[in-house]
């Protein structure tokens, strides 16, 4: 496969409870909060990938507790979160191994990178 995207003409969307998100499919009940939420979806398909979003959080959001079926990489664009006590602003990167619970809130208006190496899923 081969995929170049001009990320700029891909517009941001809202996100809702009555979508299905590519390789995620609908945001379980349990997950609070999703107001002024937005993303973009880089991938080619759903089923085949890439899965490679960027979202955009406000200020004062909480990522509840959860995991996701693929590994995934996560680098601050803008922003700053806290995780794990620390806070890490733009050019922060993270991964965490497919199953690992995590969560983090968001302490400015942030948009991250998420890049997973196969179907997200959500795993409350």
Avoid: C
Wanted: hydrophobic share 35%; net charge negative.
């Amino acid at each position: 496969m081969k995929l170049i995207v001009d990320t700029n003409k891909v517009p941001f969307q809202k996100v809702n409870r009555a979508e299905k998100y590519p390789g995620v499919g609908k945001i379980p009940d349990k997950v609070q909060g999703i107001e002024g939420i937005y993303y973009k979806y880089f991938g080619q398909d759903a089923k085949e990938g890439p899965w490679v979003y960027m979202v955009k959080f406000p200020a004062g959001h909480h990522i509840d507790k959860h995991s996701h079926a693929a590994d995934r990489v996560e680098y601050v664009l803008e922003g700053e979160i806290r995780f794990d006590g620390e806070v890490f602003g733009a050019g922060s990167f993270s991964y965490i191994s497919a199953r690992t619970q995590y969560e983090y809130d968001i302490l400015q208006d942030t948009t991250i990178l998420l890049i997973f190496n196969g179907p997200p899923g959500l795993i409350m």
